[in-house]
Every structure is written in C-alpha cells, then in structure tokens.
C-alpha cells in the first residue's frame, strides 16, 4: 500500500513541542494544575490523533514490506507477475484487498421537489460543497456528463485529480460512481436519467484508494478545507476473496483498526461526514456465520461515526421499497445498528470508462449494488449540508446529518416472507429521503428546536417538553460522534448516552438489537451500543412529554458534542420555567388568535376532557365537538364557518369544566 508509504515519509518531520513549555504553562504561581483550554485541548488532540495515524501506517508499511520480502504466497499478482501491493494486513498476518462493489448501480433518490426547479423552491444543487471520492483509479473527468459535452459551455465542476502520481489510472467503477453525484444528465431516455443528485458542487477531490485514512486527514488537517465535509468509500474487504477463501473471522463485524482511526478522524474534526457502501455480500455465507444472512460487513463499515450505507430495491414508479438481497447486513460484534440507512442501488445507468474504448467519453453502464447507493446519500448530504448552510451560515455537524437522515428516513417494511417495522440490522432506519429532511431543515428556520446541536457536561441531563395539539407521531433522535475505541475492542461505545422520553409513569426507550442473539429486527430498551438513538411513539397521544438526554458513567473529556431531532404534531417547550408559565390552567389552546382552526391539548397529566364547546358573547352555543370518553388526547376545532369576534370556549374535563376566552378572525 504504496499511499502509507507515502504518508510515512512526507510527514516524518514532526514538529517537536517544548516539554518544559507545557510544563510551565500548565502550572500557576501557586503551584496548582491548570486546566487546558478547549483550544488547547483541540490542538492536542489534532496533534496526537496525527501521530496515531502516522504510526499506524508506518506498522502497516512494514507488515506490507515484510510480506512482499517473504513473497508470500497469498500476495495477488498482476497479469504481469508482479506482486501487487495489499491494502491491509490483518492481525493474523493475512494480506486483505480492497474490491469495488462492482455489482452496483443507483436510482434516482427523492430530490426533484428539493432541487433546480423543484415545486418546494428550493433550487438545490451541491454549490459550495467540496466532496472527496475515493476508490478504484480515478474518474474520467473527460467524459461527457461531467463536461456536458463538445457543444456545452455552462458550469464544469472541478475534478481534481488529488493524487497526481498516477492521474491517468482512470477506472470504470469511480467514474460510475462521480455520476451519482454530479452528472449532468446529458443521457436521459425513456429508460434512464442519469442527472447526478448535486449536480453543481464546488470541487470534487479523486483519489485510488491505497492513501485513503492519510489522505482524508490530509484534507481535513494540512489543507484545513472548511469546505471538504463529507467522502464517499465505494469498496470495501469482501467476505470472500476472487478463489473462494473467506476473510479472517476477525475482519466481520469486528472494530477494526480502519474503524478506530475514522473514528478519531471524525471525533476531532466534527464537520465531516465519512459514507462507506455496506457491501455486497448479502447473498454469502461462510463457515463461523451464526444466521445466515446477518453478519457480513467488514472494514469501515463498522465504524461508529461513519454512515453506513445499504442498498433497496423499487419498481419502476420508485415505490414499493424491499431490502436488496446483496446488500450486506449487520450487526457488528457489539450489536449496533449497521447500515444506518439505505439508498436505491439497483438497476441504473451511471457514466462509464471503458478500458477497451478508452477515448470514448459518452459510455455508460447499467449495474447493481451499494456502491451506488454510497454515492447517492452523499449526493443528498451535499444539498442538506449546502440548504442549512444558505439559512444558517453554517454547515451541520457530521453527527447531526446522521440523525436528521435516519429521522426522515422511510421505514422499510415489505420483506420477502415477513413485515419488520423499525430499524433493522439489513436496511438501517430506512430509506433515505432528502425531500423530508430538507423540510425539517427549512422549519428550523421558522420554528427553532427541531434540530438541535448541543453540549452535553459530566452529570449534566437536558430535558426539553412538547405538548401535542393533534394525532400523528412523536419521535426523537439522537447522534453524537463518539471518541475511538482501541481497535478490536468488544464494546465500542465510550461516551453512553441515554434518550428518554416520559409520560406520566410511562417511560418509552429507543430501538436497539438483541444482544442475547443475532436477530434482524430491532426491539426497544436501553441500547448501550449504538451512538445513534431513536425514540417514536404512535400510541395515543396526549399531555405533556418530556424528553431527556443523560449518560451513564464518566465522560471522555468531560463533556460530550450531540445532536437531537425532535418532531411531533406540537409545540416544543425548551425549559421547565416556560412550561409552568403556559401550563396555568392545565390546558394550551393554540393559536391564538384561531382564523380556520385552533387545537386543544393537555398540559397538567392529571387532566383528561372529552369536548368543547363555543359560546358567543350572548350565550348561546354556536359549536361543539366531543370524543367518544375522557382522554389527554389533543382536539382539533374547525371555526372557519363563524364570524369574527370573541367566543368563550368551554372545556369539559372530568371533574369540572375550564372556561377560556377566545378570539376568531
């Protein structure tokens, strides 16, 4: 793996820091420790994270090196006979390959309301997004639906051939790959559009795939791109190699050093969003597998910070959702929820380079797998990250992306032979849907407390409240880029947080797997593995619900960066000083003043009602609606058919009836 190599001595010139500096400045007049600042501490971490790296591929250099040496037989060779350079060795000692889910293709994901022309208005491209593609050779960025073609002379996205020692390794497979993303769609018939799914991104990075944790850090730290947040990986260590042989068992499922380092990578540099497709491998077995069908991803894949990408399966009309058999399904080891989500990634063009026709720029093929599916949620992430930018001047943290895609994400739930509701361990939280996210980001706008970044101290819990005004779902979400584990390790949650939320003597935990069994169906309890949480509730709804974000145990740093989503038909109350002071008389009518409809819903648990009725200011009853008995449920009032002025609104509760005024215009 030449690129480690490279890393190796390009960086070799650490600067050293001054021990007694350190020393002094750590130290008062006093004599009494001081603690270091968050820029401080920043800075060690950005220091020491660099070193690991550095250190970890110098041991992979010499391992790679000593193989070679030995000429060991399990080293691939060229057509030429020339020992071709392994991209890992496992601790065993087994040289591993990367390999390109060479059995994928995309469709289009649901973008045409949120994009150029699209009926939400919002005309959402990639602009000001820098996006890095690693993988097989680099793109061919002559091909047509990259330059649009002889005849085109409007936008070109700069396609920077990043690792210019070998610029002219083009390959099919990453050249399929950058069309998800930014093609034009200069081929569009009745079979395929292949327009990208940001088609105008600032600049896209090309990279092979043998320099990848380096070069991403490189990126991140040396070139200090505020603009480079998010990657896609489109391969992978397959659970089988090209004669048969099973990867070493301590390769499935297991937190790999890869995983542990990205890990780091994303702790340190928050921002960033790493996408892995989830593999191919769905239809594979081997000899240690425990169910067959569930536990095949390997590499990155198991990464906590990372997003995890598997592939679905639509008709022709992009419905009817099923998991894709190929795909690759999880769990890892420790039982967290891998892939998060799902892309389509079956049966699609994607723009080609063709080895045997290598100056043609308009070939293109038709294939199947996650490696498009990778490409089409970064595609989705690059107009998230590019709409919050444009209403907030800022992009979203790596972590909050992940919740606010498994927040809107549909759930799948037509399987072959059985329905399985919520998150499963084969296609995540569903299918992505970036029109739903993006709506989310747009009420940010309006309505603050839906999407929520926040810092979590030692022992400090944050509890915000929503009262619902009318039927539908309450749900939460909750992500937080966790710091690394040493790789290897059993359970890789450092920082446990815990997302709860309770009503009256009712508590409702988020999804998580069964750690007694490999299963593929999530259930609900207190999940101690995944750094990713979700809480929904369809129940009946009425009252006051009160979510909190807590931890068990201590903190790594002593505090902890998180992002909450929260939806549900109601009002968010941010703290417990506002909630007292609109929770009086027990129930919230809003809005105020009411035009074609206002709602009513419980504040005060204790309290259960079953109608209203408004009276004008003669006393006479104009209107009324009732439920079937005494519940919390919320009520909904239409009064688009009464003339303006004001009403009395009569509660009827179970032991008395509240009486409000009320203003209709």
């Known amino acids: 793996m030449r690129g480690f190599l490279y890393l190796v001595t390009m960086k ?5 820091v001054c021990c007694c500096w350190l020393v002094l400045s750590c130290v008062s007049s006093s004599g009494v420790s001081k603690a270091p600042t968050p820029q401080e501490r920043q800075a060690q971490q950005k220091q020491a994270l660099k070193e690991r790296v550095t250190t970890a591929m110098a041991e992979q250099n010499r391992l790679i090196d000593s193989l070679i040496v030995a000429e060991d037989p399990r080293l691939k060779k060229d057509k030429n006979g020339k020992i071709v350079r392994p991209n890992w060795v496992s601790s065993s000692g087994t040289p591993l390959y990367y390999s390109t889910n060479q059995r994928s293709a995309r469709k289009a994901i649901k973008v045409s309301t949120v994009g150029i022309g699209g009926s939400l208005g919002l005309n959402l491209n990639g602009e000001g997004i820098h996006i890095g593609i690693w993988d ?14 002889a005849d085109f002379f409007g936008y070109q996205i700069p396609i920077e051939i990043a690792d210019s020692t070998t610029a002219n390794v083009w390959d099919g497979h990453p050249t399929a790959v950058a069309s998800i993303v930014i093609a034009k769609g200069v081929l569009e018939n009745e079979n395929y559009d292949i327009t990208g799914i940001a088609p105008q991104v600032d600049r896209v990075y090309s990279y092979d795939w043998n320099y990848d944790i380096p070069e991403i850090l490189e990126q991140l730290q040396t070139n200090n791109n505020p603009d480079f947040i ?16 099973p990867i070493p068992d301590i390769y499935i499922g297991d937190y790999s050093q890869w995983s542990s380092l990205l890990d780091n990578i994303t702790y340190v ?7 892995a497709a989830g593999g191919n491998d769905g239809n594979v077995s081997y000899p240690s597998q425990q169910v067959t069908g569930l536990d095949q991803l390997t590499g990155s894949t198991t990464a906590k910070n990372v997003l995890t990408v598997g592939s679905f399966s639509m008709d022709n009309n992009s419905e009817n959702f099923t998991p894709t058999g190929f795909s690759s399904a999880g769990p890892t080891n420790d039982f967290r929820i891998k892939p998060e989500i799902s892309a389509p990634g079956q049966q699609l063009g994607a723009a080609y380079w063709d080895e045997t026709n290598p100056e043609s720029t308009n070939s293109y093929i038709v294939a199947s797998g996650t490696s498009f599916a990778a490409p089409a949620a970064a595609g989705g992430v690059a107009l998230l990250q590019q709409l919050h930018k444009r209403i907030h001047n800022s992009y979203m943290y790596g972590a909050t992306v992940k919740a606010l895609l498994c927040h809107t994400a549909d759930d799948i739930t037509q399987w072959s032979d059985k329905d399985i509701n919520g998150p499963d361990a084969k296609t995540g939280y569903g299918a992505i849907n970036i029109e739903a996210a993006a709506m989310l980001i747009e009420k940010e706008e309006t309505k603050p407390g839906t999407i929520l970044e926040f810092e ?3 022992g400090e819990t944050k509890t915000l409240y929503m009262t619902l005004l009318e039927e539908g779902e309450l749900k939460a979400t909750l992500s937080w880029f966790d710091p690394h584990a040493e790789s290897g390790a059993v359970n890789t949650l450092v920082n446990d947080l815990d997302l709860r939320i309770i009503q009256e003597n009712t508590t409702y935990y988020p999804w998580k797997l069964p750690t007694d069994t490999q299963q593929v169906a999530a259930v609900k309890g207190d999940n101690t593995a995944d750094n990713l949480e979700q809480i929904s509730i369809s129940d009946e709804l009425g009252g006051i619900y009160e979510i909190t974000i807590s931890h068990k145990g201590s903190l790594r740093e002593g505090s902890q960066s998180a992002s909450l989503v929260l939806t549900g038909p109601g009002i968010i109350i941010p703290s417990k000083n506002i909630l007292e002071k609109v929770s009086t008389d027990g129930f919230l009518v809003t809005p105020t003043p009411a035009s074609e409809s206002f709602s009513v819903a419980v504040l005060d648990n204790a309290l259960k009602f079953r109608s209203l009725r408004l009276i004008n200011m003669s006393g006479r009853e104009v209107a009324s609606t009732s439920k079937t008995s005494f519940s919390r449920a919320s009520m909904r009032f239409d009064v688009d058919f009464l003339p303006s002025g004001i009403y009395i609104l009569a509660i009827e509760a ?5 009486f409000k005024q009320l203003l209709i215009r």
């Open 136 to 149: 097989a050779g680099h793109i061919f960025a002559a091909h047509d639906e990259f330059t649009g073609g």
């Open 230 to 245: 998010l990657s896609n990986h489109s391969y992978g260590f397959p659970l089988k190699d090209e004669n048969g042989n």
């Open 12 to 16: 070799k010139k650490i600067v050293l």
């Open 654 to 658: 179970e032991k008395k009836t509240y």
């Open 456 to 458: 979590l101290d030692e």
């Open 269 to 275: 540099y928050p921002y960033y969003l790493h996408i």
